[in-house]
Structure formats: structure tokens, C-alpha cells
């Protein structure tokens, strides 16, 4: 599909309602009328955060920021080519990548970056998949969530197991024991699962969590999950859209964790209007939808503020905070474009874009003398561009972050 028609489908589907002609049959699938609300504990401490305290340079130099490097190339056969990593998991030894903007496929490699397989497979048939949303893993089965309110189970031998409809379209998912699930809720008119976190066992939905408040809220109300199977175990981080606060969740409730400091308090009459709240939310400071990444010593997240994004590293053991305004790749001359994805263990996963490696490989080698000087004072990046060609994947970067 042309790529214009993907952003014009993409704007439509955005804009309008996610269920499709099917709402009503697929909610009368599930019981809801006994869903209990579960309360927010504030019982272990909450670190605050004051914006205002948090000192602020321009950009992140990777070489000082992102330290104890190491590189995964991602093998796959000629026909799979992996066109931009949305997420990624880890569990145990396995690695499991999902590019849903470009190939549109779910891909488990080891721990190596060794190809294992693609998990299912595109089309409408048991186990098919046509656009996955999101992926989860755990010791027993490979999760795909479909866009058309699917989730697929399968094996680690990549054998279909089952599908289970949703009543909703959420933007992440989680689950401890395969039986029990909690959804990121997206735009949900009906009132009794009206909440930001939908917990599902079977086909009763047991429980709702952190009530969307008004339409405007209600349309952006998914937003993603994170969590790092290592540190949280059985739980996930979540900042519900414009909050101040980031809540550590599970199947048996919810406790804040991370708070701006300040109230975020915006007027009902706001709350009720998709349109003043697009312009109304400039305005505002609040945690922004860009996954909250945790280990046992360091805490990267997204603050959202009034004309400016600032990404935040806090540093657990000395209690610094620093604040960043993007990346300084001048290491891969533009490959790193982001912050990391995802956590695990110790570690952040970063993606290096290998088109920009591509393209400076290909300047490089047409002057030789700049290319043998290039070899001399970056050593790291030369090694890597070796190891590309047009059919090679993004490479994920894993490292510590440190505060510059």
C-alpha cells in the first residue's frame, strides 16, 4: 500500500471510533455488570519530581549518556526484512520484535539476534494476523494483539494455540498467568468499562481502573504499558494521557509510584471537548505517552511541559535528575535517534537506523582518505558499518544510561 494511503487510513481510523459495525455483539460477548473498581494505594513512598528543580541541558551525547555499549544485529532470511522496530520484549534468552508500520510482522530471535521465526503469519485464517498492535511474552506462550480486537497465543515451536476476541481496541496488554489479562482501554463508550485499565479473565471482565474522565480524555485514553520483566515481576508502569502521575500496576490493583509536582486540574468543560482540549493540553505539564523505562538504579521518562518535550534520567542511587532535549548522535552521525525502548535487567535497548549507516558507509568509501580517518577516530561506528549491506535489519543498541 502506498504510503500516503497507510497515513490516510491511519488519520481515519484515529478519528473515528476503533470497534468497527460489531460493537455491540462484541461487548454483549463479556460480562461487565459485576466489575468491581479497584482503588489506588498510596502506601509505599512516592518520588516527586519539580520540574522547575530538574536541570536541563540541550541534547544527550551518546558516547557520555549511553555507556557499556554493546550491538544485536537482527539475522532474518532474504524474504523477512524488519523496516522499523515499534517494540520489543525479552524473556529469558528469547527476543521478540514487532514492526507494525512497515512489514507488518512479528519476529522471535534469541537473545543473539539469531533468527528463530516469525511468530504466526499476515492474513484472516486462525492464528492470522492483519496489522499487530502489540506483543507480549512470558516462560509459556507468545502473544500477538491484533488492531481488529484479537489476541493470538502461541507456543515457543511457533504452533497457533488460540485466539481470544476483545471487547475492546487497546494500545498494550499484560498478563501473569495466561488466564488473566489487563488491556490499555481505547475510547470505550460504554460507561461500566469507561477506565483506562481493563482486567479480563475469560470472557468476564473482573475489574476497571483509573476512570477516563470526559470525552476528550476517553479518545486518547490508551496509552502504552512498560515493564521490565526482571525488576517488576508481576506488575507494569502506566501514565494514563495527561496525568501527573505514573502508577505501578497488576491484576490485584494499582499504587502510585511517580508524581509532578503540582495538581493537573482541567475544567470539565475542557474534559468534554476533543477540540479545546487539543489546544488547551499546550498549556499543561504532565507525564508524556512515551513508555516509562525502570531498573533497579535508573528511571527514564518523558515530561511533557509548555512548548517543549524533555526526556529525564534519574539516577535511584544519588537521587540527581537530568533532563534532555533529544540526541546528539554525532557517534553514529544520526543512526540514534531516539532514547531507548525498552528496559531489561540492567540494560536499555536503543535502535540504531541502518539506512543513516547505510548512507554514511556509502560516503565514506567514496573517498578514501576520509574513510581511513573515519576508521581512526570512530573505531565503534566504522566496526559496525562493516557488518551492513541494503538487506540488513535495524541493530539494537544495549546499554547502561548514565547522567551526563
Not at 86 to 91: A, N, T
Not at 150 to 174: Q, T
Not at 250 to 273: A, M, Q, R, W
Not at 311 to 321: G, P
Request: with cysteine.
Amino acid at each position: 500500500m502506498p504510503r500516503i494511503l497507510i497515513l490516510i487510513f491511519f488519520f481515519v481510523s484515529a478519528c473515528s471510533s476503533p470497534f468497527g459495525d460489531d460493537v455491540d455483539d462484541r461487548i454483549k460477548e463479556f460480562d461487565y455488570q459485576s466489575t468491581s473498581k479497584l482503588d489506588v494505594s498510596e502506601e509505599v513512598p512516592i518520588k516527586q519530581f519539580d520540574i522547575d528543580l530538574i536541570e536541563k541541558i540541550r541534547s544527550a551525547e551518546v558516547e557520555d549518556v549511553f555507556t557499556s555499549r554493546r550491538y544485536i544485529h537482527l539475522k532474518t532470511p532474504a524474504e523477512i526484512i524488519i523496516g522499523k522496530i515499534e517494540k520489543i520484549v525479552r524473556h529469558d534468552n528469547s527476543l521478540l520484535v514487532l514492526d507494525r508500520a512497515v512489514s507488518e510482522k512479528v519476529v522471535l530471535f534469541d537473545h543473539l539476534g539469531n533468527f528463530m521465526f516469525q511468530v504466526g503469519k499476515e492474513g484472516s485464517g486462525p492464528g492470522e494476523y492483519t496489522m499487530p498492535w502489540d506483543i507480549f511474552m512470558n516462560e509459556s506462550f507468545i502473544y500477538v494483539m491484533d488492531r481488529t480486537f484479537v489476541l493470538h497465543r502461541y507456543d515457543y515451536n511457533n504452533n497457533f494455540i488460540d485466539s481470544k476476541r476483545l471487547p475492546i481496541f487497546a494500545h498494550s496488554m499484560f498478563t501473569q498467568d495466561d488466564s488473566t489479562f489487563l488491556f490499555a482501554n481505547n475510547k470505550l463508550m460504554v460507561n461500566e468499562l469507561s477506565n483506562h485499565i481493563i482486567k479480563i479473565n475469560g470472557d468476564k471482565v473482573e475489574a476497571t481502573m483509573l476512570p477516563i474522565k470526559g470525552e476528550a480524555w476517553d479518545r486518547w485514553a490508551a496509552n502504552p504499558f512498560s515493564y521490565n520483566p526482571t525488576f517488576h515481576g508481576e506488575s507494569f508502569l502506566h501514565a494514563p494521557f495527561l496525568s501527573n502521575k505514573i502508577y505501578e500496576i497488576n491484576t490485584e490493583g494499582l499504587k502510585v509510584k511517580y508524581k509532578l509536582k503540582g495538581d493537573l486540574d482541567i475544567p470539565l468543560d475542557i474534559l468534554n471537548s476533543p477540540d479545546r482540549m487539543l489546544e488547551f493540553k499546550n498549556g499543561l505539564t504532565y507525564f508524556y505517552t512515551h513508555p516509562v523505562l525502570e531498573t533497579s538504579t535508573k528511571l527514564l521518562l518523558v515530561i511533557a511541559s509548555p512548548g517543549k518535550f524533555m526526556t529525564v534520567i534519574y539516577d535511584k542511587t544519588t537521587d540527581q535528575a537530568q533532563g534532555y532535549g533529544g540526541v546528539r548522535d554525532n557517534l553514529f552521525q544520526g543512526a540514534l535517534q531516539s532514547f531507548p525502548k525498552y528496559a531489561y535487567g540492567e540494560e536499555f535497548y536503543s535502535i540504531l537506523e541502518v539506512e543513516e549507516l547505510l548512507a554514511l558507509k556509502g560516503m565514506l568509501e567514496a573517498d578514501a582518505q576520509q574513510l581511513e580517518e573515519f576508521k581512526e577516530s570512530n573505531p565503534e561506528a566504522f566496526a559496525l558499518m562493516q557488518q551492513i549491506n541494503d538487506g540488513s535489519n535495524p541493530i539494537i543498541m544495549v546499554s547502561d544510561i548514565t547522567i551526563q
